[in-house]
């Protein structure tokens, strides 16, 4: 059999980053943003895309360097070893990734119940989650070639209408809603990139695409780059053509729904329920690129010995992980509410961004990268960490205990597994 039939090109992998990007962060995000940065958030989206930037070339030296399907994983344990660390570090990447999709899904249900005016009830939007989560289960069954299909029809939808919806907001716009004098101070731009960087957060999905891409050596740094130029283009116009067109407490009020509701004044109700539509489309595609990032790092693991070995058998075209991964969302999706857990994953998230990159800096050697660009995406990083971290504590310090209870679990959930089984990792090739 031809393996070259089974690889993804370029702009396939960049469809997986667009969609892992482009999904319910813009939708969810802008009013959240808005929130703190008002008027000059489109600054905010500009200056999260470079930091997120800085933070893919990393990733794409390390991808390029081990090209394996566990991407994170893969460069934790081969600048860390196969230890305790390392394999903590892997689990709480993974538990992030699921979070991430029961985050996702709910948001999928939120949008899919109030185009059917059901907003209020709980029961359908977990019906709906639940039933776009078996929907991409049964597309990943089928392999990689489906992923990418229903990537690049999904993330096409979306960035049409939105790109349509930009343009006419700009048209449309009130130069005057934007003047200077209305942004905010710059303390509170620099709290709110730590909420739009993690509209970003997705362009790491393609390092997963790293065996099954066209020359990684050089398309994954591609891939990456564009993806992430693409998604800044979009947030920042869209950006613009909302605040251009509604007052700030206007966009706050809307908070989940601000793209929505920023289309009223332009297109009337029909802009409202296309771009809700929109909101189906974008989130189930990133639901997809996130799945399958998910997949492909319990299958590392398992071939590192960090989880059973079942993780890694075949199931259809996919593995077997596929399925413990939908029912771990599935369990979250039913049994809890993720608004504050959904930020204990972001920061998760980006402290294992963090570990990456310090671990780049052990091995730069190997993946000849520049020092001074693997650094500043550790520096940013921790930034950004920091300054979400100041911005949630300022009134509770319930994100930060959770936080560290899910580091803690994580660890937990590493020791308890070698104790039980009596294993030893052996690193994989």
């Known amino acids: 059999m031809d393996k070259s039939k089974n690889k993804i090109g370029l702009w396939s992998a960049v469809g997986i980053g667009v969609g892992a990007m482009v999904g319910a962060g813009i939708f969810a995000l802008m009013g959240e943003a808005g929130a703190i940065a008002g008027k000059a958030v489109y600054i905010s989206f500009i200056l999260g895309g470079i930091i997120a930037a800085i933070s893919g070339y990393s990733l794409a030296k390390l991808g390029a360097s081990f090209p394996a399907a566990g991407g994170i994983v893969k460069y934790v344990a081969q600048a860390f070893g196969l230890n305790v660390f390392s394999g903590g570090i892997s689990v709480l990447l993974y538990l992030s990734s699921i979070i991430t999709l029961a985050l ?54 979306t960035i049409i209408i939105l790109v349509i919806f930009a343009t006419v907001g700009l048209i449309y716009m009130k130069p005057e809603l934007m003047a200077p004098a209305l942004y905010p101070s710059s303390n509170k731009i620099l709290f709110s990139i730590a ?35 693409i998604t800044m283009v979009i947030y920042t116009t869209l950006a613009y053509a909302v605040f251009g067109n509604l007052e700030v407490d206007k966009v706050i009020e809307a908070k989940n729904y601000a793209l929505a509701e920023a289309s009223k004044p332009v297109f009337g109700n029909l802009g409202y329920t296309i771009i809700s539509v929109t909101a189906l489309f974008a989130t189930a595609s990133t639901i997809n690129a996130t799945l399958y990032a998910a997949t492909k790092i319990s299958y590392q693991m398992a071939k590192d010995g960090e989880f059973p070995s079942f993780f890694s058998k075949q199931i259809g075209n996919s ?30 998230m980006l402290s294992i961004h963090a ?26 990083t921790l930034t950004v960490i920091v300054l979400f971290l100041i911005y949630s504590i300022k009134d509770s310090y319930t994100i930060l205990f959770l936080f560290v209870g899910l580091l803690v679990l994580s660890f937990l959930i590493e020791l308890t597994a070698r104790l039980i089984t009596n294993r030893k990792v052996t690193k994989s090739n």
């Open 355 to 380: 570990v990456t990159h310090l671990g780049h800096l052990k091995i730069i050697h190997q993946t000849k990268a520049s020092k001074f660009l693997v650094v500043t995406a550790l520096l940013t």
């Open 195 to 229: 909420i739009t960087f993690f509209s970003y957060e997705g362009f790491r999905i393609i390092t997963h695409t790293a065996e099954d891409i066209v020359n990684p050596e050089k398309n994954l740094m591609k891939a990456i780059f564009i993806s992430i130029g």
């Open 104 to 157: 996702l899904a709910k948001a999928f249900g939120s949008y899919a119940a109030v185009l059917f005016n059901l907003k209020e009830s709980l029961i359908y939007i977990n019906i709906f989650a639940l039933s776009i989560m078996l929907l991409i289960g049964i597309i990943q069954y089928f392999g990689i070639k489906k992923v990418v299909k229903f990537q690049n029809v999904s993330i096409v939808i």
């Open 319 to 348: 593995r077997v992980g596929l399925l413990v991964s939908l029912l771990l969302t599935g369990l979250l999706i039913v049994f809890l509410d993720l608004l504050q857990i959904a930020a204990v994953g972001s920061i998760a």
